[in-house]
């Protein structure tokens, strides 16, 4: 699977949310290419990155809703709901993982397309609700 690629279009306007976003671009591209390996979906590498994964979008749900409440954004509640249903399903796919219920390509076709649309509808409503204070 290809890379994702960072590109102005995916930006908030606010440097440390565009920065974590970045960081799990690369996050997801570090599985993509561990999944070029011949039984990748059994490495420790593989499953260090998707914990890493797990791990580093809480933290950054964290950040980003904590400034959400700062600037009184105002679908906050259903952004957190969307946040919790990620994770939700990053560990359900890591448990799929490990019993071979799933595939690597589950995940990062899983991952590029959360990201993509959470970013680009979601996470832009931040980007307009600044615009328009």
Not at 35 to 54: G, K, T
Not at 81 to 105: C, K, Q, R, Y
């Amino acid at each position: 699977m290809k890379h994702m690629e960072w590109s102005d279009a995916y930006s908030v306007g606010v440097d440390v949310i565009d920065e974590q976003h970045r960081t799990l671009f690369a996050l997801r591209n570090d599985l993509a290419e561990c999944c070029r390996a011949p039984e990748a979906v059994h490495s420790e590498r593989f499953h260090d990155i998707l914990a890493e994964m797990f791990e580093y979008s809480r933290t950054h749900f964290a950040t980003e809703e904590a400034f959400m409440r700062s600037i009184c954004f105002p679908n906050l509640e259903r952004h957190v709901e969307e946040h919790a249903g990620f994770i939700e399903a990053v560990a359900d796919l890591s448990v799929a993982i490990m019993g071979n219920l799933a595939t690597p390509e589950t995940v990062l076709t899983f991952l590029s397309d959360w990201l993509t649309a959470h970013i680009l509808k979601s996470d832009h409503q931040i980007r307009d609700h600044l615009s328009a204070a």
